[in-house]
């Protein structure tokens, strides 16, 4: 891991901060505006949902939303611009759509698992990927469902272990591959460090890894191109690279891996506007900035003549410690290059701009 030479390097500002008084799990931009989202959990066990409104270099408190269960996670992704409803996983196992303009009943509500959404993505709204709008959720029930919200009550799909192998935890999903109506994935992490990439269009199994230690975040640089890139994240400080453009029939994908730091990476978010820079967020309250660099040919071919990637290289841009505790959450804004927002466990909630990112 290098430094990038000779360019100027992007400085991480903290522009506005704002004390919480609950656990906050997840932080999401509303799209085309300047407001944001802080989903968590009050002491007293129920679920919160915070709307703010960034005005200067303060946050305005516009809306608290109160609910029976602790919120984990959340996505606009399967949503209108229009609507912009957020899909919500709580600690219930409950998938809910609320509009958040009358947020007393959810548009959508169903049990999806049979323990806490961990995880969810969303994909085919916000005019981001082609074909249907669908919400992926991963659950410590071990198993990884898809929604389609215009259908009640049963998945599109349901990814669970076979008779016979172990439920494992699974603790994050991304879709990818949704550049047409009929292709899509979803990548799913789990507790022991496999990796699961499920082929939605075939609705099998395309391909697994394990990376030793459990995966905590993936995802792919764009969800509505071609496979290009997925990163994901561990609970020992590593992350790992994968070129998904060239999949070798025994070796899989080439991938690059990276010891950023001691403590747990808890996310991963690809900058909208660039996809081969994404920041790492840990478990030491640091934020890390990357970029990936493609090298000179992406794949080669084995003795055997088949094509196999080739890994490319990480440098770090930037990194930045704002908390002494775990920053688990971290979303870019889809619409000012830069602003980024994240949650940590020390109950803060913190925007940030990052400069110069034209320049890299």
Not at 3 to 20: D, F, I, K, M, T
Not at 107 to 117: A, D
Not at 189 to 194: L, V
Not at 218 to 230: A, G, P, Q, S, T
Request: include cysteine.
């Amino acid at each position: 891991m290098s430094a990038a030479p000779g360019l100027e390097r992007p400085q991480v500002v903290s522009h506005a901060q704002q004390a919480l008084n609950y656990t906050v799990f997840d932080c999401k931009w509303v799209p085309r505006s300047a407001r944001l989202l802080c989903l968590g959990s009050a002491a007293r066990g129920t679920g919160l949902v915070q709307l703010y409104e960034l005005r200067g270099a303060r946050l305005e408190l516009l809306r608290e939303i109160e609910k029976p269960k602790p919120i984990k996670c959340g996505t606009f992704g399967a949503t209108s611009l229009q609507q912009r409803y957020l899909a919500t996983g709580d600690f219930d196992g409950n998938l809910n759509i609320w509009n958040l303009e009358a947020p007393e009943i959810p548009v959508y509500s169903v049990k999806g698992h049979k323990e806490i959404i961990n995880s969810i993505d969303g994909v085919g709204g916000l005019g981001i990927g082609e074909g249907a709008p669908e919400i992926v959720t991963g659950s410590r029930d071990g198993t990884v469902k898809v929604w389609d919200p215009r259908q009640k009550d049963t998945p599109v799909a349901n990814m669970e272990p076979v008779q016979g192998e172990s439920k494992r935890d699974c603790w994050t999903v991304a879709f990818g591959n949704a550049y047409n109506q009929e292709e899509r994935v979803v990548c799913a992490g789990y507790d022991n460090g496999d990796i699961k990439l499920f082929d939605l269009k075939t609705m099998s199994l395309r391909w697994e890894t394990n990376i030793k230690n459990g995966v905590c975040s993936v995802e792919f640089d764009r969800k509505d191109i071609n496979m290009n890139k997925l990163v994901a994240t561990s609970l020992e400080g590593k992350f790992h690279v994968f070129d998904m453009r060239t999949q070798h029939p025994t070796k899989g994908f080439a991938s690059v891996s990276e010891k950023a730091q001691k403590s747990t990476i808890w996310q991963v978010r690809h900058l909208p506007q660039n996809r081969d820079i994404f920041m790492t967020s840990g478990g030491s309250g640091s934020l890390h900035l990357w970029k990936y660099e493609y090298p000179a040919q992406r794949s080669k071919k084995d003795s055997e003549g088949a094509e196999m990637g080739v890994a490319g290289s990480v440098s770090l841009l930037q990194n930045v410690t704002l908390s002494t505790q775990p920053i688990s959450s971290l979303d870019w804004s889809p619409d000012k290059k830069g602003l980024c927002v994240c949650g940590a466990f020390d109950q803060t909630v913190r925007v940030l701009i990052v400069t110069k990112l034209n320049k890299i």
